[in-house]
């Protein structure tokens, strides 16, 4: 590997070593919030809560994570009001299944939507995956304990989009909604694809971003007061086509060819939507008692650099901070993703952790803190942050487990036990092992050296991935994936 793209990696892992015993004083602080915290969610007033997803930002993509270039000062703020992760994980390396598994807290594959999810159409046909009205979200909780619920931005979770053939998100537990099915359509710039509480909205004015911030902050201005908020906020940036505000690209002005530029600009416009969305909360005086999540839905797309093969895709030149892999792989720069929470009172400022976490804990962590007891008929393969927002382990029923349907390399499956991570090829025949400890640009295969550590690895991938399968409705049977 390049040494430029190993440098970034070495120097977080560094600032993580320094940062470890600090972090020990803080997690022995908030402990009495952590442990306490279903007792909480009943005698105090339950926090508004927001989940904000962007969509293909890599590891290494914002300044808080060590970008050199890019600026993003409202995610950077964000970080040292919360506490920044240095091991969030994604559920799959590709968006639909990723958003999936934050509503539900089900790993992709069990909850159905294993892969990402085409619109109705004769170029891809009517695949059956969606996420099913038996699934059981997050919002839909929310929303039986007295939440208002709101999601604007991108959906993603079913082909036929806007009828009743397949669920909606009203369908999951949503009040109101503005979204795409997939994609900011041309582009960010000027999208005419969204719908409103099914009703079509007609081309817009604007950059996708801005326009999902402005929906989002009328949400928060104009909530039920009565009622504590649930929001979920799901940008399309920086995904294809990518299409940025040249006020924001001017900036970037001698830090690279075009391609690289529209990049950088879309990632800011991202940040400043972002500081768009907490401005609002600020506005509203809810501050102080808002859980907010960010996050992305998988690594970044492309290959980082000029793509005159696919010209759609030379915008996409986001960073995994020199981690292997890139979006629809499971090695780390697929699936490890920028992770940052916010709670007032009960996240030390400008913490950083290292335990790592999953899009699938979002929903456990909000059960925990809003003490509503999760489905008690099924799998829930998320477990609670809390720990974890004061640097302690989490403790796991399930280890953490990706499985993506689309894959450009050979790495289809992977489970992660500690620091030791396995991954797979799709039909579990071909394996390598990883101590990510040491190793985490995963360049050196131990499976050899370790065979006893190799062999339990192993053996837990079968055994989840086996349970995983069998869980599911099987609609990946029959479909070995269309690259998006």
């Known amino acids: 590997m390049p040494l430029e793209l190993f440098i970034p990696v070495r120097n977080c892992f560094e600032r993580w070593r320094c940062f470890r015993r600090n972090l020990i004083v803080c997690g022995l602080c908030l402990m009495p919030v952590a442990n306490s915290s279903v007792a909480l969610g009943r005698e105090a007033q339950r926090p508004n809560i927001v989940i904000f997803v962007a969509d293909d930002l890599g590891w290494g993509d914002l300044a808080c994570y060590g970008h050199p270039v890019i600026r993003t000062p409202n995610l950077d703020r964000f970080a040292a009001e919360g506490v920044r992760f240095t091991q969030a994980y994604s559920a799959s390396g590709v968006c639909s299944p990723s958003r999936s598994a934050i509503l539900t807290g089900r790993t992709p594959y069990r909850n159905g939507v294993y892969r990402w999810i085409p619109v109705f159409s004769p170029r891809f046909g009517n695949l059956p995956v969606h996420l099913r009205s038996s699934e059981i979200t997050i919002a839909r909780l929310l929303k039986e304990h007295g939440y208002a619920t709101g999601i604007v931005g991108k959906w993603h979770l079913n082909g036929a989009f806007n009828s ?10 949503f009040d109101h909604w503005m979204a795409t099915q997939n994609n900011a359509v041309p582009s960010h710039k000027n999208p005419n694809n969204f719908v409103r509480n099914g009703e079509p909205v007609g081309e817009l004015t604007g950059y996708s971003a801005f326009l999902v911030a402005e929906e989002a902050a009328k949400l928060i201005a104009e909530r039920d007061p009565t009622k504590p908020l649930f929001l979920c906020v799901w940008t399309h940036e920086a995904h294809v086509p990518i299409e940025s505000d040249p006020k924001l690209m001017k900036g970037y002005a001698g830090t690279g060819d075009a391609g690289m530029m529209q990049y950088y600009g879309n990632v800011s416009q991202l940040d400043q939507a972002f500081g768009r969305v907490m401005q609002a909360l600020d506005q509203s005086g809810l501050r102080e008692n808002t859980l907010v999540f960010f996050t992305s839905d998988n690594g970044p797309e492309g290959t980082g650099g000029p793509n005159a093969l696919r010209p759609r895709l030379d915008r996409s030149r986001g960073s995994t901070g020199g981690l292997r892999g890139r979006k629809r792989d499971d090695y780390e720069g697929g699936i490890r993703v920028p992770g940052i929470v916010r709670w007032p009172g009960h996240i030390a400022p400008g913490s950083v952790s290292d ?10 962590t909000i059960c925990e803190v809003t003490g509503i007891p999760p ?49 797979a090829n799709e039909n579990l025949t071909e394996f390598e092992l990883y101590d990510l400890a040491t190793n985490p640009v995963e360049g ?15 053996q837990a991938l079968i055994t989840m991935d086996t349970e995983v399968l069998n869980d599911g409705p099987g609609w990946w049977k029959d479909d070995r994936g269309t690259v998006q």
């Open 164 to 173: 009743p053939e397949q669920p909606q998100p009203d369908d999951h537990g």
């Open 355 to 364: 335990v790592p976490v999953v899009g699938t804990d979002i929903f456990s």
């Open 375 to 423: 489905p008690a008929d099924r799998v829930i393969d998320g477990a609670s942050m809390l720990p974890a927002f004061a640097g302690q382990p989490i403790q796991r029923s399930r280890p953490l487990y990706w499985r993506t349907s689309i894959a450009t390399a050979s790495c289809r499956v992977a489970l992660r036990i500690g620091d030791w991570k396995i991954v």
């Open 444 to 458: 050196l295969d131990l499976k050899d050296r370790e065979p006893a550590k190799f062999a339990e690895l192993k």
